[in-house]
């Protein structure tokens, strides 16, 4: 999914260094229906993952699945849950479009692919320039999602065949919007923070994500 348009956001405060625990409405007993700290191998946290996102979110009538090919976004119909499909299985790509699914609003929800149009591998620096300004934010709230499952993050340009743009400097804006998030300067969507509260609870035994677990080494 390349992304290149604002998106209109649902939004919740943060709290400033430290995102706080558990929403009222999560009951603790209830979150986890299997025990993350007992798997071992990359299919089984995946299917995890399918499984918890799955449980935590179905009241929104959408479900994470695995896909063959590229990712894509499928609304809800009379008859199915809308589908967030993730590439080929890997558990990065699922919390990368995991990311562009919080941020989206409700409007948003009910169009293909939430509404954006794809621009291929290949792009112009212009085009480029515009699909780095939009990935700030989710990839910014995918770092959090990575480091509340104990995962590494990887920025992506996603651009091998066109003009590369300016990776330290997105790099720069990146680590800055996670920041502000911690700080309160920026909103974290409702549903990212319930999905790294849920994360947290399964992941951490609760504790909750800190500024300090970010530094923007950590992209180089």
Same mark, same amino acid.
């Given at each position: 999914?390349?992304?290149?348009? &604002?998106?209109?956001?649902?939004?919740?405060?943060?709290?400033?260094?430290?995102?706080?625990?558990?929403?009222?409405?999560?009951? &603790?007993?209830?979150?986890?229906?299997?025990?993350?700290?007992?798997?071992?191998?990359?299919?089984?946290?995946?299917?995890?993952?399918?499984?918890? $996102?799955?449980?935590?979110?179905?009241?929104?009538?959408?479900?994470?699945?695995?896909?063959?090919?590229?990712?894509?976004?499928?609304?809800?119909?009379?008859?199915? &849950?809308?589908?967030?499909?993730?590439?080929?299985?890997?558990?990065?790509?699922?919390?990368?479009?995991?990311?562009?699914?919080?941020?989206?609003?409700?409007?948003?929800?009910?169009? &293909?692919?939430?509404?954006?149009?794809?621009?291929?591998?290949?792009?112009?620096?212009?085009?480029?320039?515009?699909?780095?300004?939009?990935?700030?934010?989710?990839?910014?709230?995918?770092?959090? $999602?990575?480091?509340?499952?104990?995962?590494? $993050?990887?920025?992506?340009?996603?651009?091998?065949?066109?003009?590369?743009?300016?990776?330290?400097?997105?790099?720069?804006?990146?680590?800055?919007?996670?920041?502000?998030?911690?700080?309160?300067?920026?909103?974290?969507?409702?549903?990212?923070?319930?999905?790294?509260?849920?994360?947290?609870?399964?992941?951490?035994?609760?504790?909750?994500?800190?500024?300090?677990?970010?530094?923007?080494?950590?992209?180089?």
């Amino acid at each position: 999914m390349h992304l290149l348009q &604002p998106q209109t956001e649902v939004n919740v405060s943060s709290l400033v260094s430290t995102l706080s625990t558990l929403d009222s409405d999560i009951s &603790p007993d209830q979150v986890q229906l299997s025990d993350w700290l007992k798997l071992s191998t990359e299919s089984e946290y995946v299917d995890w993952l399918i499984l918890h $996102f799955n449980h935590w979110f179905s009241h929104h009538n959408v479900n994470l699945v695995r896909g063959d090919f590229e990712p894509e976004y499928f609304p809800a119909t009379a008859d199915t &849950p809308a589908r967030i499909q993730f590439a080929h299985g890997f558990f990065n790509s699922a919390l990368h479009e995991i990311s562009h699914w919080t941020i989206a609003g409700e409007e948003r929800r009910k169009l &293909p692919d939430l509404g954006y149009w794809y621009a291929p591998d290949g792009r112009t620096a212009e085009q480029q320039a515009l699909f780095e300004q939009v990935e700030i934010k989710p990839q910014a709230i995918e770092w959090m $999602f990575a480091t509340a499952f104990g995962r590494k $993050f990887r920025v992506s340009l996603d651009n091998l065949t066109g003009e590369g743009g300016d990776g330290a400097c997105f790099k720069d804006n990146v680590y800055a919007q996670v920041q502000r998030y911690f700080r309160g300067e920026a909103k974290l969507p409702r549903d990212a923070k319930r999905f790294i509260d849920c994360i947290c609870l399964c992941t951490r035994h609760g504790k909750s994500l800190h500024s300090d677990e970010f530094s923007r080494e950590m992209l180089d």
